[in-house]
């Protein structure tokens, strides 16, 4: 059994080979040993999303920042909204941060499917992605456009794909 030292590095190269592969334009933080940072709009001409893939713990991350600086006066329909979603979600969580008015979306695996399974990145980034649409989604109904929390919960339970 390699150590799990030498096993993170490989999943880190795996992991660099993935967003070699899509082309998408990333940056290696300095962070932490392990970490690579990307920006994607989830609709076209929107602010982009702060993405996050790091190893740490003998885990993969996958994170994403889908509110920044939300108002104040909207933390409790945040939380509801919040809430509902993590009913939903089979993989990650939506963690909200009052202290800094974010909400983010979390999803891990431990290190070593990476190295069992070839499209198991892939798999995960693939599911992180398209929850992370799906989120931004809701919050955007939520805070830009003043949709009620349990309407936009209505709505995914019918239409959502979230995995």
Known sequence: MLPIEKREALVWEELKALFDRMGEPYFVGDI???????????????????????IHSKKVWFRSEVV?????????DIFI??????????????KVDVKEKKVIYLLSRTALLGLLYSRELNDQFSTHFFNTRDIWCAFHRLLDEGEEPAVIIGDFLRYSSLS
Do not use: D
């Open 32 to 54: 932490m040993q392990y970490f690579i940072g990307i920006k994607m709009e989830m609709m076209e001409n929107t602010h982009p999303v702060s993405m996050n893939y790091y």
């Open 68 to 76: 920044s600086n939300f108002p104040e006066r909207m933390v409790t």
């Open 81 to 94: 909204l919040a809430s509902h979603l993590n009913n939903q979600l089979e993989n990650g969580i939506v």
